[in-house]
Structure formats: C-alpha cells, structure tokens
C-alpha cells in the first residue's frame, strides 16, 4: 500500500510563491514514478508535472513549464516548486504516487495511481 501525504498549500498573490511537498509512505522500492495534479472548481483534473524514480526524467504540462520544478530528494519524497502564480493555477492540489515506471507517454495518466487528499492553492488578483 503507497499514501502520500501533500503539504505546503496556502494562498498568495499573483506573481507569488509556493512550494508543496509529499511524502510516500510505502516500502522504499515500490514507489516508481510520482505526480502533481490539480483540479480547480467546476474543472476536471489535471496534470501537472512528473517525476521517474532517481529524478532523471521530469515532464511538464504546458501550463506550467518554465514556472513549476518538480524534484524529488529520495524514493518517497516529491516536491512541487511554484513560482509566478497565476489566478488560474488556482485549485486543490493533488500528489500521485505509482509502483509502475512512466515516461512522457504515461506520465500524466490517472489509472494505477495512489492519491493524496489534496492541498489547496488560491492564487489572488
């Protein structure tokens, strides 16, 4: 069994930052891959960026390339650093942890994954 446990949400002006973390509880060889999506109200999910195990692959949805790093600095700790908030990246954040390699192909998808409760992002004008 993987839980992940999202942290570091809050609120902040536009042009801000804000860093999440999460953290895997799971055997230390199982978690594989790990994500950040979003969902902002009245909105389906979405990725955000990604991470392969040994944080040599990284993917980006294009929404946020060039503002968010995502890095991670063991097998079960994942990071989100958010900079040049917008308005829009408004949303409940969500951790996704997979005991399943991805790759650009994969690592965006929402099947096979263990989630998070969510932690809350408000961007303001």
């Known amino acids: 069994q993987v839980q992940p446990v999202e942290s570091g949400g809050g609120s902040v002006q536009a042009g801000g930052s804000l860093k999440l973390s999460c953290a895997a509880s799971?055997?230390?060889?199982?978690?594989?891959?790990m994500a950040w999506f979003r969902q902002a109200p009245g909105k389906g999910r979405e990725a955000v960026a990604g991470i392969s195990l040994g944080a040599t692959r990284k993917y980006y949805s294009d929404a946020v390339k060039g503002r968010f790093t995502i890095s991670r600095d063991n097998t079960r700790t994942v990071y989100l650093e958010m900079s040049s908030l917008k308005p829009e990246d408004t949303a409940m954040y969500y951790c996704?942890?997979?005991?399943?390699?991805?790759?650009?192909?994969?690592?965006?998808?929402?099947?096979?994954?263990?989630w998070g409760q969510g932690t809350q992002v408000t961007v303001s004008s």
């Open positions: 799971a055997d230390r060889y199982s978690v594989l891959c």
């Open positions: 996704a942890a997979r005991t399943a390699y991805c790759d650009s192909s994969t690592w965006y998808l929402e099947d096979n994954n263990y």
